[in-house]
């Protein structure tokens, strides 16, 4: 197979939260969406994010929360509870590179 044929722009796919905790205290599942693919640069942002510092992840996953347009969810005005943001978090980084 050559390369090229792998190469696609990104498509918005999306992630369901529904671990039983979330559910329970929530009463659904989140849904968010995301790129199915990244730029290195994401892969390294990630890498380095420094888990006691709660800026760094903010501004690592800030870009990769999005609604179903398409549109970053989060910004320097609308935060996520830390619980749900870290479960975000979670979900990318699992999926990253399996999407």
Known sequence: MKLEQLAAKPKLIEITIDDEDIVKDLGEALTFWTWDRQPMTTFI???SV???NS???MEAV???ILNEQG???LNDDVMLPPRILMRCMTRLVEGLGKF
């Open 55 to 57: 800026s760094s992840i």
């Open 50 to 52: 420094d888990n006691n």
């Open 45 to 47: 942002k990630l890498a």
């Open 71 to 73: 549109k970053p969810i």
């Open 62 to 64: 800030r870009d990769l």
